[in-house]
């Protein structure tokens, strides 16, 4: 069976680009796949951050992933930091890494200028992420296509360990997942909807309460127009408002239009969707909440499952590169 990983950094709260946009393919892929997923708390430590806040947001998320349908007995799902093997692999990635290929990449130029204090780790975290991503044999990696350099990354990395020390690692593909919607900010339609801090009215959240969710969904940019049909390039709001109703009724944005004639009932049905789509989630969220000791149980018990995987790929790195093991 073909063996797939992803992770996601439990950095600000899940938003309905994150559920629509691969989630909700995670939650498939766990049925046709091996699939392996990991709450990458090791990488959110290259940047300035609360330590409490660092802990519950990676309890929070690992909540939410069982909340949006991530089953598991189904797939494997942990935390990065309780298979210490990746911390141990990163080191190897590391010294098989070249400088130029990390100062290459494009998200370190993006997330380090304009700061005062820029960690190496932020440097050398794509080795971090080629190491969670060969210590389980990965054959795909659904990515964003902003990622797709990391997996290229990934790709060299794991070509030059087996051409130099003996075939170690499985050699994986990028994938970029034919489904999930493309969900655009409802503030500023031109750019993606995201989990910062930067435009809190356009996006959606997982936890929103139905009345928040109504109030930005009726607040979303449109165009003078009020014409509803589907085209990106020249009507982004309106587009990206048919995308999104259409996601949570499994309907493609052209039939989701079929209709609807004026802004406002687009903006009702869409935030009317959003809020059916989101509650069987919010109240599993909020039960799993409730019983932090059975969230710990199943994180412990994905966190065995992904060692016993794990250190079998790292000690044959080990050896074949030449450590000495007693």
Not at 1 to 10: A, D, E, L, N, Y
Not at 28 to 33: F, N
Not at 52 to 74: C, F, I, N, Y
Request: with cysteine.
């Amino acid at each position: 069976m073909t063996r797939v990983f992803s992770g996601i950094k439990p950095s600000g709260s899940v938003q309905l680009g994150n559920y629509l946009g691969a989630l909700q393919n995670w939650v498939l892929m766990q049925e046709e796949t091996d699939a392996v997923y990991c709450v990458v708390d090791l990488h959110a430590l290259t940047v300035l951050h609360d330590p409490e806040e660092l802990k519950s947001s990676t309890l929070s998320l690992t909540q939410m992933l069982m909340a949006v349908g991530l089953d598991p007995e189904r797939c494997i799902l942990f935390v990065q930091s309780h298979v210490k093997e990746h911390a141990e692999c990163a080191w190897l990635m590391e010294c098989t890494a070249a400088f130029g290929e990390l100062r290459r990449m494009t998200q370190f130029k993006d997330k380090s200028t304009g700061n005062d204090f820029v960690s190496a780790g932020l440097f050398t975290y794509p080795a971090l992420q080629a190491a969670d991503i060969l210590l389980y044999d990965t054959n795909q990696v659904p990515v964003g296509e902003d990622q797709r350099q990391h997996i290229e990354l990934t790709r060299d990395i794991a070509i030059r360990f087996n051409s130099r020390f003996g075939e170690t690692f499985t050699v994986p593909e990028a994938v970029i997942p034919s489904s999930g919607a493309r969900v655009m900010d409802l503030q500023h339609p031109e750019k993606k909807m995201s989990k910062s801090e930067d435009s809190p009215q356009g996006t959606i959240l997982l936890l929103d309460p139905p009345d928040v969710i109504e109030k930005k969904v009726k607040r979303a940019v449109t165009d003078s127009d009020d014409e509803v049909f589907f085209d990106i390039e020249n009507k982004p709001g309106v587009s990206n408002l048919l995308s999104i109703l259409g996601a949570a009724t499994g309907k493609t944005p052209q039939e989701a239009s079929k209709g609807i004639e004026r802004y406002g009932d687009l903006k009702s049905a869409t935030s009317e969707a959003v809020i059916e789509l989101l509650k069987p989630v919010q109240e599993k969220y909020f039960d799993l909440a409730d019983d932090p000791a059975e969230t710990n149980r199943l994180i412990a018990k994905g966190a065995e499952k992904a060692r016993e995987v794990a250190s079998a790929t790292l000690s044959r790195a080990q050896e074949n590169i030449g450590l000495f093991k007693h």
